[in-house]
């Protein structure tokens, strides 16, 4: 079974960055997606970014174009979100998920950013904006 930890939150003052690390093990294919969420008190898991693992497509949801980066090492089979400019409005429990799209899946797609699409998880990292 394929397992993710996140890492990487944290307490941090608005206007500042952070970088995430989603770690996953117990898979050796190269096909499928990582995608970050995210869930604040009472609101809904909302993707925010995802990378193809095999084409290097990324993609975002609107809400955080520009400030959020996704990246993949793939050799440590590590996706990074970097998070810069945060808000108070970014504090959420921050999750990693993942598609195996071995056999199927294409390495020019973009990934999807509905919660629906996945069912591997983390456990999460937190993120509190605070002054």
């Known amino acids: 079974d394929v397992q993710l930890v996140e890492s990487g939150g944290g307490l941090v003052q608005p206007g500042g960055s952070l970088r995430l690390s989603c770690v996953a093990s117990g898979f050796s294919g190269s096909r499928g997606c990582m995608t970050w969420f995210r869930q604040a008190p009472g609101k809904e898991r909302e993707g925010v970014a995802s990378?193809?693992?095999?084409?290097?497509?990324?993609n975002y949801a609107d809400s955080v174009k520009g400030r959020f980066a996704i990246s993949q090492e793939n050799a440590a089979n590590t996706v990074y979100l970097q998070i810069n400019s945060l808000k108070p409005e970014d504090t959420a429990m921050y999750y990693c998920a993942f598609l195996d799209g071995t056999g199927w899946f294409l390495t020019g797609t973009r990934c999807s950013l509905q919660r629906s699409s996945y069912n591997t998880w983390g456990q999460g990292t937190q993120v509190t904006v605070s002054s």
């Open positions: 990378v193809n693992i095999g084409g290097g497509v990324t």
